[in-house]
């Protein structure tokens, strides 16, 4: 399990997942290929910034010491990425590729330094939501855009979710790192604190189901059919997930 979370493998299966559920959600015939290149750049990127940073790490964690226990394994899922990404890059719109390249600059260059030493991430107050947009943008309106979705009053109201989401599941994150995370970077942790970090990511979560309902009305529709159900108690688990936190929670709750 620890090398499944922390090759990254793991995490660029969810960032698959999540753009083949985008498909489900309008309906559309999935492209493989966009799916695999998205699962692709996810671990390219991921390992990247593991590479990036594991000089400046202690041995604080679990997970660092995996790290530099077994950084082959970083750098042979990053090839592995790398491979996958580079070889579906040929069977997708170059149009689209060219829409969404700020997505790839900032996934690049979030642990890369690139001015005077300083890396996106390193931007006082803007980390998380670099990361809850790049999210929204792949999973969402990459595979809307792909499927040549119009953006409607349901389209908006799914991207406003899915970042309402990718935003509850990475405050946990930052409230693991409260510790660690220098006083410059102004998280959202470093600013609420513990406690009302916790309380908004299970509002954004609880949100998530308002706005479930709400597309329900939207849609001129007062019943619930079945994928709205396994949404909204997706959503509830997600929330009582988040209220289990606590600031000694092991790595592999996160």
């Known amino acids: 399990m620890r090398t499944l979370i922390y090759s990254n493998l793991f995490i660029?299966?969810?960032?698959?997942?999540?753009?083949l559920g985008t498909y489900g959600i309008i309906d559309h015939p999935p492209d493989v290929f966009l799916v695999l290149h998205v699962f692709g750049v996810t671990l390219m990127a991921y390992n990247v910034q593991r590479l990036a940073r594991l000089e400046k790490f202690s041995n604080r964690t679990d997970q660092i010491r995996w790290y530099l226990r077994n950084k082959w394994m970083l750098y042979t899922s990053l090839l592995i990425g790398l491979l996958l990404a580079g070889i579906t890059l040929f069977f997708l719109p170059i149009r689209i590729l060219l829409y969404f390249s700020p997505l790839a600059v900032v996934s690049v260059f979030y642990s890369i330094p690139f001015n005077k030493g300083r890396t996106i991430r390193a931007i006082p107050g803007i980390k998380i939501f670099l990361i809850t947009g790049v999210w929204t943008g792949v999973t969402l309106a990459l595979p809307l855009v792909m499927a040549g979705q119009s953006i409607g009053e349901r389209e908006i109201l799914l991207m406003i979710q899915r970042f309402f989401f990718i935003l509850a599941i990475t405050i946990p994150f930052d409230m693991r790192d409260l510790k660690y995370d220098e006083e410059h970077m102004?998280?959202?942790?470093?600013?609420?604190?513990?406690?009302?970090?916790?309380?908004?990511?299970?509002?954004?979560?609880?949100?998530?189901?308002?706005?479930?309902?709400?597309?329900?009305?939207?849609?001129?529709?007062?019943?619930?059919?079945?994928?709205?159900?396994?949404?909204?108690?997706?959503?509830?688990?997600?929330?009582?997930?988040?209220?289990?936190?606590?600031?000694?929670?092991?790595?592999?709750?996160?």
Request: hydrophobic letters at 55%.
């Open 186 to 254: 102004r998280t959202i942790p470093q600013t609420l604190g513990h406690v009302r970090s916790k309380q908004l990511a299970v509002a954004l979560a609880l949100s998530c189901v308002l706005i479930e309902l709400l597309m329900i009305v939207w849609a001129e529709s007062l019943s619930l059919d079945r994928q709205a159900y396994l949404n909204i108690a997706f959503y509830l688990l997600v929330a009582g997930l988040i209220s289990g936190v606590k600031k000694d929670s092991p790595d592999s709750y996160f």
């Open 12 to 19: 660029a299966l969810c960032a698959a997942i999540l753009t």
